[in-house]
């Protein structure tokens, strides 16, 4: 069965200061690894789609990185409207169709 | 362009009744997906649709059920409703609902089961 995890639970970040968010994953036969953002009481907001080791994707200040075991979220010089729960999310060969997600990382960026 | 809509936005249910969800797809997308979220945690996988047909089902009790029109929008209806049931539920459109493709969410439709 697939598995994801993503640590920190939560990050409290100053504006401006960078840091990386985790994705561990497990499954047989990765078809895309997803990251989404979600707001308070809103659905998730699609940002990158990865699917094999060694793939970057890059969007204003986050960066997606993917290896066979992980992926980071690498967020470049936060602003507060940064702030959300990201979420990572993998669909593998096995897996029915449907999209496996982590229980988020809530970030705060501090003004 | 407008994105994936849920209808309605909020709803309010005792224990026991039955509920209907709605959601219209992207434009062009042919398949959609219903996810369960509750407070804290990811969105749990409950129904793929393409074509009409099922195609994949999550871990849920047969009292929820779904379909899909020809114009591609999608039902999820929950009979019985439980306290439990008191979640977010999202749907997700993509273009073929191949694997590996990106699913687009919906704003979502916030159950109160009391």
């Known amino acids: 069965e697939d598995q994801v995890t993503q640590s920190p639970e939560a990050l409290r970040l100053q504006e401006g200061e960078s840091s990386s968010l985790n994705c561990s994953y497990t499954?047989?036969?990765?078809?895309?690894l997803f990251w989404y953002r979600q707001d308070p009481g809103k659905g998730p907001e699609f940002l990158f789609t990865?699917?094999?080791a060694g793939e970057e994707k890059e969007k204003e200040r986050l960066k997606a990185t993917l290896t066979k075991k992980e992926s980071f979220l690498h967020i470049t010089a936060p602003k507060p409207e940064d702030s959300a729960t990201y979420l990572c999310?993998?669909?593998?060969?096995?897996?029915?169709?449907?999209?496996?997600f982590g229980k988020g990382t809530l970030l705060t960026v501090n003004p | 362009d407008a994105g994936v809509t849920q209808s309605p936005t909020h709803l309010i249910k005792t224990r026991g009744q039955h509920v209907t969800l709605r959601c219209s797809p992207i434009?062009?997308?042919?398949?959609v997906s219903w996810y369960q979220q509750v407070l804290g945690q990811g969105p749990q996988f409950i129904f793929q649709?393409?074509?009409?047909?099922?195609?994949g089902r999550g871990n849920f009790p047969d009292r929820f059920s779904a379909r899909q029109f020809p114009n591609y929008s999608s039902e999820l209806n929950v009979n019985a409703l439980l306290l439990g049931d008191s979640a977010l539920y999202l749907c997700?459109?993509?273009?073929?609902?191949?694997?590996?493709?990106?699913?687009?969410f919906g704003p979502g439709t916030r159950l109160l089961v009391l």
């Open positions: 649709y393409y074509e009409k047909e099922e195609r």
């Open positions: 499954v047989s036969g990765l078809r895309g």
């Open positions: 990865l699917y094999s």
């Open positions: 434009s062009g997308h042919k398949s």
């Open positions: 999310a993998v669909q593998s060969a096995g897996s029915n169709y449907k999209l496996t």
């Open positions: 997700a459109s993509s273009f073929g609902g191949q694997l590996g493709e990106t699913q687009y």
